[in-house]
């Protein structure tokens, strides 16, 4: 293929460049967050507070033209607060549903750690199966729901950990790190000319994406050419992480579907119709991450999963 033919690969650059005029910097992890929503995949953003992962999401709903709703996750939420509950309505005699902020396209879970797990059950249905249950009556989500979900990496105080089960419905849990000595004076030079982070406007940026463009781009995605080879290559990784001696928990065949997805969408991305063993290399880390657990003593060495999964892909035999 010629350099920008694919509708992906057109679709990330005019999304990167309108994200861009908000957000400045974090390329790779807006990157990553397309990979997500063009696979119909979720996401779980980890990073220290100020690091506008926040404003990210609101920014991409915004550009994508997705309805966008935000659930400030806190200890005392009820799982109703997220699904909706059914109100009795005295003149008709009759319960109507009222709807709950995860019937909308892009849902922001906002600290979802602080949120005990009973709430944080109330998304797995909605996150595996887009649709939920409400007093046995199941409603059917948006097309192209998608969660957000953020986490603050150091701050574990009046936290629940996610469970294993609720961290392996998301897709990639992308780290989102401080921006570089020119990023950051960049944004420091647009809030001294006026620009507010604290307060975002949608009419910042013009929504670029329409549903079909959007319809067109995952039909794309799924075209791509991936040969048994490339195919056996995404199992011998996830499988290699079962047996390494560093991981009490390896990745389980869910890993390897998300691995596969993300990699075929990244190939599109990039301007290609099949798909390589960089992709896979590319997508690994974000998508396997968060579904092994270390050994201790791992840990106390000081190795992450990053580390652990990177020593994988390097023992791994690549196809030719």
């Known amino acids: 293929m010629t350099a920008g033919t694919t509708r992906a690969q057109v679709l990330a650059d005019r999304v990167t460049e309108q994200v861009g005029k908000v957000v400045v910097g974090q ?16 996401v779980l953003l980890e990073g220290v507070p100020g690091t506008a992962k926040t404003l990210l ?7 994508l033209g997705r309805e966008f709703r ?26 109507n549903l009222r709807q709950g902020p995860i019937f909308t396209s892009i849902l922001l879970a906002d600290e979802i750690n602080r949120a005990p797990a009973k709430t944080q059950s109330a998304l797995l249905e909605g996150m595996q199966e887009l649709q939920v249950t409400i007093d046995g009556i199941t409603h059917p989500l948006d097309g192209d729901f998608a969660v957000f979900a953020t986490q603050n990496p150091v701050e574990f105080e009046g936290t629940y950990p996610l469970p294993e089960a609720q961290l392996d419905r998301f ?29 975002f406007r949608p009419e910042a940026v013009e929504p670029c994406v329409s549903a079909e463009e959007l319809a067109l781009c995952r039909e794309e995605v799924q075209r791509v050419r991936v040969e048994d080879a490339v195919v056996s290559y995404v ?13 009490v928990l390896g990745c389980s065949p869910r890993a390897g579907v998300m691995v596969l997805l993300a990699a075929k969408t990244l190939a599109a991305m990039r301007d290609r119709d099949f798909m390589i063993p960089d992709d896979v290399k590319a ?20 190795l992450t999963s990053d580390d652990v999964i990177r020593a994988v892909l390097g023992e791994v035999p690549v196809p030719r």
């Open 235 to 247: 199992g011998e990784v996830i499988r290699a992480t079962r047996s390494s001696p560093n991981l």
């Open 57 to 63: 999401v609101k920014t991409l709903a915004a550009v």
């Open 27 to 42: 390329r790779e992890v807006i990157n990553q967050a397309l990979v997500a929503i063009l696979a119909r995949g979720h």
């Open 70 to 95: 935000r659930v400030q996750m806190t200890p005392d939420l009820m799982p109703s607060d997220i699904v909706g509950t059914y109100v009795y309505d005295m003149q008709a005699r009759t319960f």
């Open 283 to 302: 997508v690994a880390v974000p998508a396997l991450r968060h579904r092994v657990i270390l050994r201790p003593e791992a840990d106390i060495e000081g």
């Open 171 to 199: 897709m990639l849990k992308i780290h989102v790190a401080y921006p570089s000595k020119e990023e950051e004076d960049e944004l420091l030079r647009r809030v001294h000319r006026g620009f507010d982070p604290l307060h």
